[in-house]
């Protein structure tokens, strides 16, 4: 009797732990090279509203660097991350506003919470920054807590995806004003984020997965602009 259990207890373990480490296979993937990826998101409800992820893997130093365009290809937000044994950490986070000139500002973040994904599903987690711009101070929390496992179906692709509930919390400061939000985000195995579904008051946003580019595709796209 005791021999069974104490198999049972190891099954468990191992389980276990088979489980945790499949969630990194869910998050956007690593090479044996430095590669740069670009995924083209685009509204479900709009097409001209296009979103465009720029992201290299960095294998030398463990990072993870996002650049995110508009459908203008205008820099709106980067974000980096080293990948650690446990996930995925934030290191920088940048916005980018409209001066008086018309000109692009860069707008430096301070990270305060650094969660972005964890490897280890089970528990909630968070990643926070701080912030300044021309409209006064401001706090940004994303707290992440997994669901489970589901298979959808984006622009005729089927993908067996890890299902997140993602809430979000802006805290104006200086407007003493608070904004709430949360979403759906989807993770699709060896490719990263294939979807969100975003409720915000009044309207629901769903942005999907319409391809990938490399580099050079990205460009010229830009480029023909």
Do not use: H
């Not at 018309?102 to 994904?117: L, P, S, T």
Request: charged content about 35%; aromatic content about 16%.
């Amino acid at each position: 009797m005791t021999k069974n259990i104490t198999l049972l207890i190891l099954i468990f373990i191992i389980s276990s732990c088979s489980a945790q480490e499949n969630l990194k296979d869910f998050y956007y993937p690593f090479s044996n090279k430095t590669e740069t990826k670009v995924y083209k998101y685009v509204d479900k409800k709009d097409s001209t509203k296009i979103e465009y992820w720029k992201v290299t893997s960095i294998p030398k130093t463990n990072e993870l660097k996002t650049v995110s365009y508009d459908s203008d290809f205008n820099v709106y937000n980067t974000f980096d991350e080293i990948i650690t044994e446990s996930g995925a950490e934030l290191t920088a986070y940048s916005d980018f506003e409209l001066n008086d000139k018309d000109e692009r500002k860069e707008i430096k973040a301070k990270v305060i919470d650094k969660d972005v994904y964890n490897w280890n599903g089970d528990n909630e987690y968070t990643y926070s920054v701080k912030y300044v711009n021309k409209y006064g101070r401001f706090e940004f929390k994303k707290k992440r807590k997994k669901i489970g496992f589901e298979t959808i179906t984006v622009n005729g692709k089927d993908y067996k995806t890890v299902k997140f509930k993602d809430e979000y919390f802006i805290n104006a400061i200086d407007q003493n004003d608070e904004y709430r939000f949360y979403q759906n985000t989807f993770y699709a195995e060896n490719i990263g984020m294939v979807k969100y579904e975003r409720y915000i008051p009044n309207r629901t946003i769903e942005l999907e997965l319409a391809e990938i580019l490399s580099e050079r595709e990205f460009e010229k796209i830009k480029a023909s602009r």
